[in-house]
């Protein structure tokens, strides 16, 4: 899991960096336009709209694209897609299993763009319940360190329903039931501490071990994947240790 955790975070973070910031930025867009849409355009009143937003703003895109998206979703401007999420199963090389959110307003296009993706890079398609049951629904907050001890934080949101926290390197992973994300969220803003993101995620209950080799090739599928334009999330239950994330990411 660790392994996982810390290369999609130093992925992230590199992607607000480079050439890949505009999907990105489409990616957290669309994540706002369906809260709002789900859930109402008042980030007060919907959990959902505030952490897709507070992800946005962490990720530097422009209040004034987020301020549109939150009102296209609300239904206060014209133009909000019809978007649906669709979630796709199958195996990465060395066997990892992946699941494939796209959040897209045309099914066909979807589903052919995943497959294509997957058998271009040694993966394929798995049907549906084949792989899901390899993953738990879990809500993820990921906060910076700022000097915080993994005692500071868990004194904050352990009354909350927090049940683990992991260190990431520059982050804390706080997990805990997806129904605790927002009381969880709240305990960290009462204690004063800064998060970087909350939101549901799924976590895999068993784990495949990489070397280099094999974590390479499962790299280039999900990054492949990730660059699909109606793929939102990828989660995958590869494990790879610090060494062979430098090795593989060289």
């Given at each position: 899991?660790?392994?996982?955790?810390?290369?999609?975070?130093?992925?992230?973070?590199?992607?607000?960096?480079?050439?890949?910031?505009?999907?990105?930025?489409?990616?957290?867009?669309?994540?706002?336009?369906?809260?709002?849409?789900?859930?109402?355009?008042?980030?007060?009143?919907?959990?959902?709209?505030?952490?897709?937003?507070?992800?946005?703003?962490?990720?530097?895109?422009?209040?004034?694209?987020?301020?549109?998206?939150?009102?296209?979703?609300?239904?206060?401007?014209?133009?909000?897609?019809?978007?649906?999420?669709?979630?796709?199963?199958?195996?990465?090389?060395?066997?990892?299993?992946?699941?494939?959110?796209?959040?897209?307003?045309?099914?066909?296009?979807?589903?052919?763009?995943?497959?294509?993706?997957?058998?271009?890079?040694?993966?394929?398609?798995?049907?549906?319940?084949?792989?899901?049951?390899?993953?738990?629904?879990?809500?993820?907050?990921?906060?910076?360190?700022?000097?915080?001890?993994?005692?500071?934080?868990?004194?904050?949101?352990?009354?909350?329903?927090?049940?683990e926290i992991e260190d990431l390197g520059e982050q804390y992973e706080v997990l805990c039931e997806p129904g605790d994300l927002v009381p969880v969220r709240k305990a960290l803003q009462?204690?004063?501490?800064?998060?970087?993101?909350?939101?549901?995620?799924?976590?895999?209950?068993?784990?495949?071990?990489?070397?280099?080799?094999?974590?390479?090739?499962?790299?280039?599928?999900?990054?492949?994947?990730?660059?699909?334009?109606?793929?939102?999330?990828?989660?995958?239950?590869?494990?790879?240790?610090?060494?062979?994330?430098?090795?593989?990411?060289?």
């Amino acid at each position: 899991m660790s392994g996982h955790s810390k290369w999609a975070t130093t992925k992230h973070k590199k992607a607000a960096l480079d050439a890949k910031r505009g999907k990105l930025f489409a990616k957290l867009i669309k994540n706002i336009e369906v809260a709002a849409r789900m859930g109402g355009g008042d980030p007060e009143a919907n959990p959902t709209l505030y952490d897709a937003i507070q992800k946005a703003r962490k990720s530097s895109v422009p209040q004034d694209n987020i301020e549109r998206a939150r009102k296209r979703g609300a239904g206060e401007e014209a133009g909000g897609a019809d978007w649906q999420t669709i979630m796709y199963e199958g195996y990465a090389p060395n066997g990892v299993a992946v699941l494939i959110e796209c959040l897209t307003d045309n099914r066909n296009r979807a589903a052919s763009e995943v497959r294509t993706t997957m058998n271009r890079h040694g993966g394929s398609m798995a049907d549906a319940g084949s792989v899901s049951y390899l993953f738990n629904r879990r809500g993820v907050v990921l906060l910076p360190k700022n000097g915080l001890s993994e005692e500071d934080v868990l004194g904050a949101v352990l009354e909350a329903g927090a049940e683990e926290i992991e260190d990431l390197g520059e982050q804390y992973e706080v997990l805990c039931e997806p129904g605790d994300l927002v009381p969880v969220r709240k305990a960290l803003q009462a204690a004063g501490f800064e998060y970087d993101s909350a939101e549901p995620s799924f976590l895999p209950s068993v784990n495949v071990p990489l070397d280099s080799e094999g974590a390479r090739k499962v790299f280039k599928l999900i990054d492949a994947l990730e660059d699909c334009d109606d793929v939102q999330n990828v989660y995958s239950n590869f494990d790879v240790s610090d060494e062979v994330m430098e090795q593989a990411s060289a």
